[in-house]
């Protein structure tokens, strides 16, 4: 990931960013940026990269149980720092990571790249403003992640309670759990069902369903699984004032004339329909994905311009996942949030240090450029 | 519902079935029947037609908690049966029932007319076929049983656990489970979120989720409310083979020429595709309903047609009502099959005395005809 990143930033696909560093403790890694780019400087130690004077901004493409250890000292020594996700693999040390970033003055962002689909930004439009009245109910089937044992066996660190801390809900699922949280708010608890190694030969759950409660009592399920295919990417939003549906690159928007509320108590018939309105919106504008966060990113940092996905805001889809973790670890009892952190960090530390150790995979090789994959696949 | 199938019958809609008694506590229901069709036997008390020699076979259509208890005297008293659903209130009084029936030699069908939807009958097919290889999950998000305050006021047994003995589960879902079981098999455990009167003044749910876990580890999930609307009716299955959904009066099918097991564990690519065989298929005959399930019950009875719901089928998705709420009364906790009748008869029995009684609602009017809302609505 982070190559692909420094070769979108070399080949000038970022204005106003450019590549001056790059850094990764197997040295190997770097050759295929260096054969291109001999004159980019290179550290196998990223604190030599933040001691030096080489880089305003660095973006950070590790294991993710290093993320925020990594992200507060780049923020301490002055350097913009664009996270990869999810922010971390524990909540405790995002807290931590959010303290720091805010009083470094520093711009901080993360890579939710699907923020920027514009069904997704559409169906937040729709949501916030208020036309779909109070939530009712929102389901999110997201069961196209499939990926082959082979996938698992490309990292040893995959899969793995201390490598990722975690299985689909940390590796894959987190830009749902993200565009979940943004367009439709946090829950009032988390209940997971989780099925570790269901379909493949890891440590971790690669099949999982919540069930989310709200404020108003609205309930959410969220399905997801990287053993289905061919999967469903299916988000349904249901509210008082309709209902909108996100499948197939659609997004379909029934807007009902009357608030249901209203029709339900006033009406004389006990099976009414209620005159609705139905509109289909399909995609008017390009996916800018990682390349459109990389230049939100550097627009904040040279013109103030408004992130659009906030490194703070890494901390609301992980809350959803460690909580989910700990339903799962707990009979699938309902966890409140916001929920023990120490219970958490406790229970998956045991889990770490009693997992079996990693068979030795081969690495997996580095990327050369964004793939068509990492958009949001319907 | 009983008068709808009076004027079915009197009307000469089932081939081989005539109407010669009508039954009802309040006579003035019987009116209309009576009124078009003055020849007919009326009774007001059920035992009195039964103890009469005017019927070869009954149509057994009252509050729901009577069910099983007029269906075993039908039965001894040699009449065959056709019942409404849901089969009873309780699995215990349903075990009871199935007993009698089997030792009756009488024919025993329930009005599960969902059954007769071309579309649901090929999905079973599928399934049970095998071409859909091992279930992996399914999920039915059925919200299109909206209903308003009114219609839950037109009569005062409704939504009460006394009358009904449940809500949206035990009224307008057992449709959706029954067919749920019927193509997918019957589940090991179920866990259940109920909400109570979240839309509607009543003392019941009117919002369920359910949680269903099978033998070989497959999820399913089951969402229904009578509260929101435009509700949804969109069942999904996967398999090891592929996937089918049924939306819109469609079903999708996506069918894989390489079992995904196999895939999964030989291929060497991270992400791979799966050749996949996809195909749309529409109704292509017409779902008969009410009227197909009597015809095929007067079948049953004069030349031995295999039934299409057998009444010993109707515990299946009782199985499932009953396991649910007894979840949602036990903290959500997961509930095993079989599931312990006593402790379910026990708490119902305590919520059905509990509760506030019902005010006098307006009856409502007698139905002379099916409505094309009971057909399935997509």
Redesign the interface.
């Known amino acids: 990931m982070g190559s692909a990143h420094a070769f979108c930033i070399a080949e000038g696909g970022v204005e106003g960013m450019c590549l001056t560093a790059v850094c990764d403790i197997n040295s190997e890694r770097m050759a295929p940026i260096i054969k291109k780019y001999p004159n980019i400087n290179t550290y196998t130690d990223y604190n030599a990269l933040l001691d030096s004077d080489v880089a305003d901004a660095v973006i950070i493409a590790v294991p993710h149980p290093l993320h925020s250890e990594i992200a507060i000292k780049a923020l301490i020594s002055g350097h913009h720092v664009m996270l990869e996700k999810p922010v971390d693999i524990s909540v405790s040390k995002v807290k931590k990571l959010n303290q720091v970033a805010e009083k470094s003055g520093m711009v901080f962002g993360i890579m939710f790249n699907q923020r920027t689909n514009p069904l997704y930004k559409k169906a937040r439009e729709i949501v916030k403003s208020g036309a779909l009245g109070e939530l009712?109910?929102t389901?999110w089937?997201i069961?196209n992640w499939?990926?082959?044992?082979?996938?698992y066996n490309?990292g040893d660190w995959r899969a793995t309670w201390s490598g990722e801390g975690g299985g689909v809900l940390l590796n894959q699922a987190p830009h749902n759990l993200d565009l979940w949280q943004w367009i439709c708010g946090m829950p009032q608890s988390v209940?997971a069902?989780c099925?570790i190694a269901?379909?493949?030969n890891i440590e971790v759950e690669d099949?999982a369903?919540l069930?989310t409660r709200y404020k108003n009592?609205a309930?959410g399920?969220f399905?997801t699984?990287t053993?289905?295919?061919?999967g469903?990417n299916r988000l349904?939003i249901?509210g008082t004032l309709?209902?909108i549906?996100l499948e197939n690159e659609t997004l379909k928007w029934?807007k009902?004339k009357t608030d249901?509320r209203e029709?339900?108590?006033t009406?004389?018939?006990?099976?009414?329909k209620?005159d609705?309105e139905y509109t289909e919106l399909t995609v008017d504008e390009p996916e800018t994905a990682h390349r459109g966060i990389l230049q939100n990113f550097t627009n904040a940092i040279l013109n103030g311009e408004e992130l659009i996905a906030k490194g703070e805001d890494g901390i609301f889809e992980l809350i959803l996942s460690n909580a989910a973790y700990l339903s799962s670890w707990s009979?699938?009892k309902?966890i409140e949030l916001p929920f023990d952190c120490d219970e958490f960090d406790k229970k998956l530390s045991e889990l770490s240090k009693n997992a079996k150790k990693c068979i030795n995979h081969p690495k997996?090789s580095s990327t050369t450029g964004y793939r068509e994959?990492w958009k949001v696949q319907w």
């Open positions: 009712k109910r389901v089937i069961t499939y990926r082959t044992q082979s996938y490309s209940t069902f099925d269901k379909y493949h099949d369903t069930i009592g309930v399920t399905i699984s053993g289905e295919y061919p469903t349904e249901s309709g209902k549906v029934w009902l249901e029709v339900c108590s009406s004389t018939e006990s099976f009414t209620i609705t009979a699938n309902e997996s994959r």
